[in-house]
């Protein structure tokens, strides 16, 4: 599995390195590689499975538009673990 991982703070950085040690690939972008989500394009998001954001509060509605755009769909789990 790909993952992308928005953000490399705390968070972003330890999900990013457990999914390693599990053996996923994984890409990441921090808030600065991606303003306003302008790096999720079709080519950035060629070949990835999952994309997880830890960047701003407001961020992941322009990431979930962004993904929508160019992958065609996305399913979204909030952090509370149920699904929508």
């Given at each position: 599995m790909?993952?992308?991982v928005l953000g490399k703070g705390k968070t972003g950085s330890l999900?990013?390195?457990?999914a390693r040690e599990r053996g996923h690939?994984?890409?990441?972008?921090d808030?600065?590689?991606n303003p306003h989500a302008s790096a999720l394009t079709a080519p950035n998001l060629a070949g990835v499975d999952v994309v997880i954001?830890?960047?701003l509060?407001?961020?992941?509605?322009?990431?979930?538009?962004?993904c929508w755009h160019w992958a065609?769909?996305?399913?979204s789990a909030?952090?509370?673990g149920t699904t929508r």
């Open positions: 790909l993952i992308l999900v990013a390195e457990v690939g994984v890409r990441t972008l808030i600065g590689d954001d830890f960047t509060p407001k961020q992941p509605l322009k990431t979930y538009a962004r065609g769909g996305l399913s909030p952090p509370d």
